[in-house]
């Protein structure tokens, strides 16, 4: 179990503009859906986008404190596009 908000800081740390969105899908606090927005994303694929974000995560993932982690990934224009 991992608090939302250091999953939050373990993203933002790695990709210190990003826009965070985090919800726990069982209540369980392993489990997460994160939509994160980062102008880092630019000109990258969306699964090299994913990959930032999974590194950033990785101790937490690796020790099964986080057990599952949903991405939706965007840049700021895409985001806004999408609103």
Partial sequence: MI???????????????????LQDMTGGGDHY????ISSEFEGIR??????????AVQEAMASNAIHALGLKTYTPAQYAAAQ
Wanted: net charge negative; aromatic share 4%; proline share 6%.
């Fill in 33 to 36: 859906q994160a939509v994160v």
């Fill in 46 to 55: 969306m699964v090299q986008q994913h990959q930032l974000v999974y590194a």
């Fill in 3 to 21: 608090d939302p908000a250091a999953v939050e800081a373990m993203i933002k740390a790695k990709l210190p503009d990003a826009q965070v969105q």
